[in-house]
């Protein structure tokens, strides 16, 4: 019976110490991570690859690795010169990189970049990208510019990036759909939304009215004051924006405003009525531009 015990007992340490050496199989050598760091990041694209070598200082036979692309923080790949840029891999492991330009390149595609979310400044104008879902998670955004990029309808993607301090937009063909993601960027203090095909300013209205788009918004002040650029746009009522004009440093695109004189109180005060506005406002040029119509005949019909 001792000897069965015994047995029993020899069995169950041996269990043990097998599954132990299991467990220990699992974990993970630190030194790993450095093999991880001193891997060769693959750039396929030759002109971002010695652009990246270029910005870190390495020699043009020299292999660029993770620990490498730790470093990165800025790079501009934007103008002539890098024109037949076209892919951005390898972009994926310069995790701290803040400050991005690839404008006027053959780039499309932002997928490599999707987990790049310290970026502070993206800029790509004059490019054919379609698609912007990559940059949802870019929350430390507070520049962007897409100008020109005509292929672009949709910047819903976008909606998440509160923090946007300014947004150029120029030609791109969002329209008032896209208004609906503007209304989400409330600390903006510069918006360039010319030629975009919008036509109703009720949402840069609101957006004033929490303190956007203004002289006051912080960050305005030391970037020379708000900047709107309306150009291009077929605007048929100005009456949103007109109470913040004189907080605005620069406006394109909007037509002089300057006082209307209506000598006829109930004149005047039907036309405030019209425009939804307050009886003590000054009417102005603007105003008048925004009434498309004005009944004055007292009837029902």
Do not use: W
């Not at 650029?229 to 405003?257: C, F, K, M, Q």
């Amino acid at each position: 019976m001792k000897t069965t015990i015994k047995n029993f007992l020899m069995l169950f340490a041996l269990v043990i110490l097998a599954s132990c050496s299991s467990d220990d199989d699992q974990i993970i050598d630190p030194v790993d991570d450095d093999v991880a760091q001193e891997e060769e990041v693959a750039i396929p694209d030759p002109l971002l690859s010695a652009a990246i070598k270029s910005e870190l200082g390495l020699d043009e036979n020299d292999d660029i690795n993770a620990e490498d692309m730790l470093d990165l923080k800025e790079l501009d790949v934007s103008g002539l010169a890098f024109a037949e840029l076209s892919d951005l891999t390898g972009l994926e492991y310069a995790i701290n990189l803040t400050y991005l330009r690839f404008g006027e390149t053959a780039v499309t595609d932002l997928d490599p970049i999707s987990d790049l979310e310290n970026i502070e400044y993206l800029r790509f104008n004059n490019t054919a990208i379609t698609d912007v879902s990559a940059l949802s998670n870019y929350t430390s955004l507070t520049y962007f510019n897409a100008n020109t990029v005509t292929g672009l309808t949709d910047i819903s993607p976008l909606a998440g990036i509160t923090g946007l301090q300014e947004i150029i937009l120029r030609e791109v063909p969002f329209g008032n759909e896209g208004m609906e993601t503007i209304r989400n960027f409330t600390s903006l203090y510069r918006i360039n939304m010319r030629d975009t095909g919008v036509t109703d300013l009720s949402v840069l209205g609101e957006l004033m009215a929490e303190g956007a788009l203004l002289d006051s918004t912080p960050g305005a002040a030391d970037a020379g004051g708000a900047d709107l650029d309306l150009r291009g746009l077929s605007i048929a009522n100005y009456t949103p924006v007109i109470p913040y004009l004189d907080n605005i440093t620069t406006i394109d695109g909007l037509p002089e405003n300057e006082a209307v004189a209506v000598p006829d109180e109930r004149l005047a005060s039907q036309i405030r009525i019209t425009l939804g506005v307050d009886q003590d406002i000054e009417l102005t040029t603007l105003y008048m531009l925004s009434l498309s119509e004005l009944n004055l005949d007292g009837g029902d019909d």
